[in-house]
């Protein structure tokens, strides 16, 4: 990375409170008054605002009662990721906000910290919840990347009794969990301790190896039976405007990335920082830039306030850490001094024409000084690398993997895929949760269709089907209302 | 104002609230603290001869995040001895002459009996009160419940009593009994002046997993505790009604068991008592729960327009009869308020596991809404056909005032189950 005239900023003590957990852990009385607010709605939305589906009464219920252990397997047999899920997971638009206590004008349970306790219970005393049976399969399955999306996969296919092989292409397993959280939301240690539970299920992963490079994509299908991809996105995207190569522009996941790969009170970090892009990748790197120590710290978007793809909890957290934001502004130059250095960012101002056009306006332009230059302008596709490897792949038009949602069977039939290289880009949950389904999805393809599925108490209608919503794989909101209505309509 | 004051069997209070005997009435100290928050009465800790009591005591409870919702003891009488109590009941009645104070007695013998119930009136005790209750060690010497338990043997006491006392005498009764108002009667028949109840109930409240000894732990060993708090309540309510319904007693009763709030106060009172008797939630609490006791008796009895404590008394009791004396052809309905409803579903599932299969899920199109946050969220739906009425939905649902029970005219003429019997016979 290009930043040679920038340094750590804070000494090693200090790094470390400024970036320790915002969120504290609940104490045993703390998690048992919260889960006897729950309600044990039956069939509850929650569940179903869920994308992997966790029976989320019941492991409250199960906390409420004393019993963490059942907690924690009921959370972690529907999502191998439960810990990290717990602190990375946007609750207020997931389950917390499908919480029926919204509607009763009451804050909703806080079911993240309350599977964080659970989650943690077991891991602190390295008791595991799951197993995996001791009778095989004999079937062999490989899976490219050991983000959320391939340990979902593998996890899940782990315990239907297949061989599974994960291959990896960083150092460190667990993709994103690992390398590109929010430090105070989540320390690398928590994702390396949830994959070495994938591991202990039977999973082999082979970290440091890229497929394409060091090995053939056509001999992992000869060796295997059926491929997972689950490689989530490619690289930054670029700005496109001229002085991107100098010294301390840089992407803003690499800066992440940086922080995780680091002692802390090492990383390098500006006096005046400009991010460039308001998603939730912006917001996590200005405020960690402000935590390592930057003076300054400015979040640029082209576009108004309300149209930023931000979720509103975290803006107010950069807000509070002392981030400023500007508001329609384009970056049109990254200056240089005579080192080669970023000293300034030349913007623009925009406005949106009522038809939702960007429009720059003349003769407003604008520099602001900066030393560090972070681009969040989101991820860019992994075209290339499906196509030349997958050369029969189909693509959608943004170059995504087209799949069938509930198997994640692509258009070749043993290449399955799930994530971010499968959706376009969502939540660390949903990424476990296609790898979940796509595990089932490869079950039924190699013939073993009489799988056991997770049986919900607090879903059991008559014989033992899932009642109510009659989904047996809950699924988020707006997912559920297409299949719920177009079900309805059908049987209607 | 209403007017608070009361006149139980010829002892006067300021209101209806009376500390029952117990650990808060132990000492002159609380007492006089007690007495300066406002309690309107004092039953002194039981005297007699003085016990020994085990360290480790009380065990309760916990119901959801609601600590002490039932709590037990296995405490006995006073451990002071009786000089120290009749002095301190001397110095306390001297300093609050307006207030009432009942010395509560537990003693074996004839000659026994007599000697306690002068030394009580010659302290200045307003009333005294018969311990028939405590279902732990004193009975196992023959007295506290062993005696409640026997109305014979209640007879014979109160007999005694009544040959030495001159203030009013009121005989307090354990519900550890099938069948209380034989216990009340006997007291009636041998002429004491008021009753109390309920005592505590025979209990268990835990069991340690653990070590497998239930609570209160005493060196490896535990016994058989008197239950009371919140939880007892609707007991105490039950057998309050049926004393104050029984012909053959109608004696002043002393409500006990459970009461924690002034809700709780209006509904013994409206059942049939005169004075009211805390000691779980003063243990809880404290003394200062009397300024909400007092305050919100007044104001539920302003926004009533009833004038007095007295004018409530007993509104309730004719309200309960005998089974077989109801309307079999009075029908309620559920009914949900969907502007209100959350779509937790509680009351699908308790229906359609737990009584009659009333309630369906549904797909919320047809009603316009969506509760909760997902849309398509089913919501439950009362079928009318099968609701028989009766009630547990509305008991579960979360929401207050979403689901109510509405009668519903059915155009049939009451029918008994008498009635009923009569019908049959003659149809068949
Ligand atoms: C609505 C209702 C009906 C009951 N009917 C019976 C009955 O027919 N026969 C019986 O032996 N007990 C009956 N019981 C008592 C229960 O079997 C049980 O003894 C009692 O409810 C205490 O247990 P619980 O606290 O789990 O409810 C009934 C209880 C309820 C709540
Ligand atoms: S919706 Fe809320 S109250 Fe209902 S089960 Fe889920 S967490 Fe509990
Ligand atoms: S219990 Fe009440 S709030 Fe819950 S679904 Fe039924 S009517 Fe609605």
Avoid at chain 1, 353 to 371: C, N, Q, R, V
Avoid at chain 1, 474 to 479: G, L
Avoid at chain 2, 137 to 156: D, F, K, L, W, Y
Avoid at chain 2, 304 to 329: P, Q, T
Wanted: aromatic share 6%; glycine share 10%.
């Amino acid at each position: 990375m290009q930043r040679m005239n920038l340094s750590a900023k804070l000494p090693a003590q200090a790094v470390a409170e400024k970036m320790g957990e915002l969120q504290t852990p609940y104490t045993p009385q703390e998690a048992s008054v919260e889960a006897s607010r729950c309600l044990f709605c039956f069939d509850a939305p929650c569940i179903m605002a869920c994308p992997t589906g966790i029976d989320i009464p019941s492991f409250i219920k199960k906390i409420e009662t004393g019993n963490i252990v059942g907690s924690a397997r009921t959370i972690l047999s529907a999502n191998i990721l439960g810990a990290s899920c717990a602190r990375v997971c946007p609750t207020e638009v997931l389950c917390e906000g499908a919480c029926v206590l919204v509607d009763r004008q009451r804050d909703p349970i806080k079911i993240g910290r309350l599977q964080r306790f659970a989650t943690d219970y077991v891991y602190e005393r390295g008791l595991d919840v799951l197993k995996s049976p001791v009778r095989k399969s004999g079937k062999r399955i490989a899976v490219i990347g050991a983000g959320p999306a391939g340990l979902g996969c593998a996890a899940e296919l782990a315990q239907l009794g297949h061989s599974v092989v994960i291959f990896e292409r960083k150092p460190w397993p667990g993709g994103l969990n690992t390398y590109g959280i929010a430090y105070y939301k989540m320390k690398p240690e928590i994702s390396l301790r949830e994959v070495a539970t994938v591991e202990r299920l039977g999973v082999e992963i082979r970290c440091g190896i890229e497929v394409g490079r060091d090995i053939s994509a056509t001999r992992l299908q000869q060796e295997f039976e059926a491929l997972f991809i689950g490689i989530g996105l490619g690289e930054g995207q670029a700005l496109r405007i001229p002085g991107e190569q100098l010294h301390g522009v840089s992407d803003a996941l690499d800066f992440i990335e940086e922080i995780h790969s680091h002692p802390l009170h090492e990383v390098a970090v500006g006096n005046s920082v400009i991010v460039i892009g308001c998603g939730n990748t912006a917001i996590d790197a200005v405020t960690q830039a402000k935590r390592l120590g930057a003076a300054k710290a400015i979040v640029a978007y082209r576009r108004s306030e309300t149209e930023m793809p931000a979720y509103h909890f975290e803006y107010e957290l950069a807000q509070r850490d002392g981030a400023t934001f500007y508001f329609n502004v384009a970056p049109i130059e990254l200056i240089g001094d005579e080192a080669g250095q970023v000293c300034a960012v030349k913007f623009v101002r925009t406005e949106t024409s009522k038809k939702g056009e960007l429009k720059l306006i003349p003769g407003s332009e604008f520099t602001e000084p900066a030393d560090m230059v972070l681009k969040a302008v989101g991820q860019s596709k992994q075209s290339a690398w499906l196509t030349q490897n997958f050369p029969a792949l189909r693509l959608d038009q943004r170059g995504v993997i087209e799949r069938n949602p509930a198997t994640g069977q692509t258009s070749i039939p043993h290449l399955f895929a799930g994530g971010d290289c499968a959706n376009g880009g969502r939540e660390v949950v949903n990424a476990v949760g296609e790898g979940k389904k796509a595990a089932r999805g490869i079950h039924a393809y190699l013939g073993q269709s009489n799988m056991p599925v997770a049986r919900q108490p607090s879903r059991l209608g008559v014989n033992g089907e899932p009642s109510g919503s009659g989904l047996e794989a809950p699924i988020r909101a707006h997912e559920l209302e297409k299949l719920y209505f177009s079900e309805a309509e059908q049987h209607g | 104002m209403a007017d608070l004051s009361i006149d139980f069997a010829g002892i006067r209070s300021p209101n209806p609230f009376w500390i029952a005997s117990g650990p808060p009435s132990n000492t002159a100290y609380q007492a006089h603290r007690a007495f300066e928050a406002g309690w309107g009465g004092v039953v002194w800790k039981t005297i007699g001869e003085p016990i020994v009591n085990v360290s480790s005591r009380y065990s309760g409870i916990d119901i959801g995040g609601t600590r002490m919702a039932g709590f037990n003891n296995i405490e006995l009488i006073s451990d002071r001895s009786p000089q120290t109590n009749f002095r301190e009941i001397a110095e306390t009645k001297k300093l609050w002459p307006d207030r009432a104070l009942i010395a509560s007695l537990m003693v074996e013998t004839r000659e026994d009996w007599h000697d306690f119930i002068k030394r009580s009136e010659d302290a200045g005790a307003d009333g005294i009160e018969l311990n028939f209750g405590c279902p732990h060690g004193m009975c196992e010497r023959g007295m506290g419940s062993a005696v409640g338990q026997n109305p014979g043997v209640i007879e014979t006491i109160v007999g005694w009593v009544m040959e030495a006392a001159r203030k009013p005498v009121i005989a307090k009764l354990t519900p550890n009994i099938t069948d209380i108002t034989t216990a009340a009667r006997a007291a009636k028949r041998a002429g004491a002046d008021a009753i109390s109840l309920i005592n505590t109930i025979n209990s268990i409240t835990q069991v340690n997993l653990d070590t497998w000894v239930p609570e209160p732990f005493v060196g490896g060993f535990s016994s058989h505790g008197g239950y009371c708090g919140p939880a007892v309540k609707p007991i105490a309510l039950q057998m309050v009604q049926a004393c104050a319904d029984d012909p053959e007693i109608q004696l002043p009763i002393s409500g006990i068991g459970g009461i924690a709030s002034w809700r709780d106060a209006a509904e013994f009172i409206a059942l049939g008592s005169t004075s009211l008797q805390v000691c779980t939630a003063v243990m809880h609490y404290g003394f200062r729960i009397v300024e909400d006791l007092i305050d919100g008796l007044g104001n539920y009895l302003d926004s009533k327009s009833i004038c007095s404590v007295d004018s409530l008394r007993g509104r309730a009791v004719s309200r309960i009869k005998e089974w077989k004396y109801l309307d079999l052809n009075y029908k309620r309905i559920a009914r949900i308020n969907y502007d209100r409803c959350i779509g937790c579903n509680l009351c699908h599932i308790a229906c359609e596991d737990g009584a009659h299969q009333a309630i369906r899920l549904i797909a919320p199109n047809g009603l316009g809404l969506g509760p909760g946050r997902v849309p398509g969220k089913p919501i439950p739906e009362i079928v009318e056909e099968s609701c028989v009425g009766c009630n547990l939905c509305a008991l579960v649902c979360p929401v207050q005032g979403c689901i109510s029970m509405l009668s519903v005219e059915t155009g049939r003429n009451t029918l008994s189950w008498d009635d009923y019997q009569e019908k049959s016979r003659g149809a068949s």
